[in-house]
């Protein structure tokens, strides 16, 4: 079975909200950006998602009343200390910390184009029993912009990116959607 060639739908891209997802993606496989961003969403199958999700929920029950939830252009921050200035990403795995990073530093800085100065920003990784500060750069900005342009090529393409064979793959919840015709090649 050959599976169709994908294509960017009807949604305009341009009109997309760039959120800490693509950034995240970005870092990890523009072929797993290409098909969030387009609609295809294999997340929510996903047992490691689910995982990642419980991890979430379940690792720092009393935040809930102790920080905000906030959302600044379709941006959403679980966790925002409004008195430190602190955002609080939670992760399962430090496997994908650049893309974590990244990610983080893109929520930090949104809060500084909406006025939120001095923010900083703390990844969270409560199974290792580690955080990590992230501290926002004049480079980092600089990058931020680049980034944002170049995610918006990469969703913007009229057909999805192939396959980029990586270590990572086979813990993605995409697995399973791209390699299709080589594993129905080793039946």
Known sequence: MRLPVFTRS????????????????????????WLFANGINMEQESDLVYEGKVVHES????????????????????YYDTKNKVIHEIKKSNKMD?????????????????????VKGILEYPLLRKTQEVILTDIDREEIQTIAEEITNVISQEQCPPVAKKGICKNCSYFEFCYINEMEEEE
């Open 10 to 33: 009807l949604l305009s891209v341009f009109s997309m909200v760039i959120t800490g997802t693509h950034f995240n993606y970005y870092q990890l496989c523009h072929r797993k950006l």
């Open 59 to 78: 690792s720092y029950p009393q935040r809930t009343s102790k920080y905000e939830e906030v959302e600044i252009d379709g941006i959403k921050v679980d």
């Open 98 to 118: 650049k893309a974590h990073e990244w990610q983080l530093k893109y929520y930090m800085y949104v809060f500084e184009q909406h006025g939120i100065e001095g």
